[in-house]
């Protein structure tokens, strides 16, 4: 009965046990990721962007917020202690992962490099709460400075052709200059 109790308390007051907002980016590199949520009303915010990088990388991170105000006075949207967290691991597997750093954003832009990331799963979790009669709204953009695939150690057989006959064309035109 206590159980119960609880349970409907919970909903009552509007809070949840659920898991996070997950999004599921794959791989990541540069040519990036970005989000921009809200929510609607007070409360929580809990957001997970899950991505893997195929190469070491850094990772840079740019994030803000936005408020709003009403003509009366009253904050429509708004978020407090809004925090962007990155972790290397698999969200939701039950296991520990690693935090790999965290950073407070406001509204301004703020910019973090999470520098000498290896190659891997990882995922950014977005914080704070929301004190706005309307909810909150935030923007996350982020970018990986190395590809998310190995670049090919040895040429394909056709770059490498057009290559030599780019060079021949060349030298033969340099040979006719020069009897001319």
Same mark, same amino acid.
């Given at each position: 009965m206590k159980s119960v109790l609880i349970l409907a308390?919970?909903?009552?007051?509007?809070?949840?046990?659920?898991?996070?907002n997950v999004t599921d980016w794959g791989a990541l590199g540069p040519d990036g990721m970005d989000a921009r949520a809200y929510t609607t009303a007070p409360g929580a915010v809990d957001d997970v962007y899950t991505f893997t990088l195929g190469?070491?990388?850094d990772v840079m991170s740019t994030a803000n917020y936005y408020t709003a105000t009403s003509l009366k006075g009253v904050n429509t949207v708004d978020l407090v202690d809004a925090t962007l967290s990155l972790y290397m691991g698999t !969200?939701?597997?039950g296991v520990t992962d690693?935090?790999?750093?965290? !950073?407070?954003?406001?509204?301004?832009?703020t910019d973090h490099t999470f520098a000498g990331l290896t190659a891997g799963s990882y995922y950014f979790e977005v914080t704070g709460?929301?004190?706005?009669?309307k909810g909150s709204d935030y923007y996350l953009d982020v970018v990986a400075n190395a590809g998310t695939t190995p670049l090919p150690a040895v040429p394909e057989p056709e770059n490498a052709a057009l290559l030599?006959?780019?060079?021949g064309a060349l030298a033969l035109m340099a040979r006719r200059r020069k009897r001319a």
């Open positions: 308390l919970l909903a009552a007051t509007g809070l949840s046990a659920s898991a996070a190469d070491p990388s !969200y939701g597997d690693t935090s790999m750093g965290s !950073y407070a954003f406001g509204t301004a832009m709460t929301s004190t706005g009669t030599f006959a780019g060079l």
